[in-house]
């Protein structure tokens, strides 16, 4: 039970009528790497959404880290040590980049004049620039704020924060889907770094190459159920993309799609 990094039991979302997520029972262990696929609708940000407290959830528990958890949002989730990428990004409009990375925790060095530290803003941006660099986006001037990026360098900005901060838990809601080649690859290495490192992540992907390369095991979510659990060196693509379209029902699932 210690290995045990994150848990959900019965975890349910409703939207008024809409069935976002309905009962998922969800296990990972330390170290592991999963990927979360399914068609548009499916309920994998929403799932997500209810593990961070971006949103209250209708029902359900969620376990991390051995303790029963009901994060208020984002940032609650982030000092108890969950790093997530939204797929709709959780960044500030008005900040630059070393604000946004640094947002909440931000370097302080002592000062000798008075009683209160300082902001280090000389190692933000050098911890900043390092972190993008290991995205590879090309980002003119980090101190321009987010609201005059493109949607690539917004990601990966905040891909940056998520790899810079060492988390218990990774979570990324398609990291790479407004990513050109080269930053996509520097980000599949990104997340080779965080499992030779044995750090685990939730990776949500409609990448089916990308998934199969680099994780462990295969969660598929259709209609808001988890209709599958697969390891992915006992499956291939087309496996998947049967239980994604409901052609195909994991027995230990049945009747759920
Ligand atoms: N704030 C909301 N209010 C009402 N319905 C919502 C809300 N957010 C999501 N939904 C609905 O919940 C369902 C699941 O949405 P969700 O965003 O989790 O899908 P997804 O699997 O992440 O899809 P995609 O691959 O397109 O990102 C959809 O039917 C969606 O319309
Ligand atoms: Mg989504």
Known sequence: MNDIVLKTIDLTKHYGGVQALEGANFEMRKGEHIAIMGDNGAGKSTFVRQ???????TRGTVMFDGQEVNFSGPLEAREAGIEAVFQTL????????????FLGREITKFNWLGPFRLLDYKAMREETIEGLNKTGVKIPNIRNTIERMSGGQRQCVAIARAATFKSKLTIMDEP????G?????QVENIIRTLKADGDPLILVSHNMRQVMDL????IVFRRGR???DLRTEETNGEDVVSYIT???TGAQFEGAA
Do not use: S, Y
């Not at 593990?51 to 959830?57: A, H, K, L, N, S």
């Not at 790479?176 to 990513?179: D, G, I, K, P, Q």
């Not at 994780?215 to 295969?218: A, L, N």
């Open 215 to 218: 994780v462990d095991r295969i």
């Open 176 to 179: 790479t889907a407004a990513l």
């Open 90 to 101: 959780a960044l500030a409009d008005h900040l630059d980049v070393p604000d946004n990375l």
């Open 181 to 185: 080649v080269q930053e996509t690859a």
């Open 51 to 57: 593990i961070t407290g971006v949103e209250q959830r």
């Open 226 to 228: 988890m209709v599958a």
């Open 246 to 248: 409901g052609a195909k």
